[in-house]
């Protein structure tokens, strides 16, 4: 199987490609390094990742930048942070992409908890992330050639305790529970579905 990861050089996405590219075909894509270097922000420049990558079989996305800070604070221009990044940035990739899979294929975003659990400071991320899974769940009953769809929408992840201090009272997702939920989008039937790997 072909498998493009957009966010290759990030956290989740290294641990994915190196446990996915035993044994499958991995396109690693980032924004400054990688197999392919791409900006989700920009739509010519994620058109021009598909050209170069060719007809695939999944896409991975571990990638989604957004706003952190506090509410008090916060403009638009900084709330735009997340809405062009990681919510447009994942709906362009899925808009293009559709033109570029192969049939049977599947997309899998990335959300996280925070669409149904809020914290402080992170309240682009939650926005955009109800927004993603949104569009994940329309986008299910209009993609064609059995093409599929999901999210996977982890906590706080094991390798990254710098965001420890924000989720209080989170056990954190280990890489094992994150590369399952993933699995269980890339290789299972499910369409539309919201995967929550804990």
Not at 63 to 92: C, H, I
Not at 118 to 123: D, H, I, K, Q
Not at 180 to 198: L, M
């Amino acid at each position: 199987m072909k498998i493009i990861i957009v966010g290759a050089t990030g956290t989740m996405g290294k641990h994915l490609a190196s446990v996915l590219e035993k044994d499958h075909e991995v396109i690693r894509v980032g924004s400054k390094s990688g197999d392919i270097q791409a900006d989700i922000t920009s739509p010519e420049s994620i058109e021009n990742m598909f050209r170069q990558a060719g007809p695939f079989d999944a896409l991975i996305c571990t990638a989604g930048p957004s706003y952190v800070g506090p509410w008090k604070s916060m403009t638009d221009k900084e709330f735009r942070k997340g809405l062009d990044g990681k919510l447009m940035g994942q709906v362009n990739l899925v808009l293009i992409g559709q033109h570029y899979i192969n049939p049977k294929g599947s997309f899998t975003l990335i959300t996280g908890a925070l669409t149904n659990e809020p914290v402080l400071n992170f309240a682009n991320a939650s926005a955009a992330n109800g927004a993603v899974e949104a569009f994940v769940r329309a986008a299910a009953i209009e993609l064609e050639n059995g093409v599929r769809i999901n999210a996977v929408s982890p906590t706080v992840l094991e390798d990254s305790p710098q965001y420890f201090r924000f989720f209080h009272g989170d056990i954190p997702v280990t890489m094992k529970q994150l590369e399952f939920g993933f699995r269980k989008s890339v290789f299972g039937a499910n369409t539309g579905q919201v995967i929550k790997p804990y």
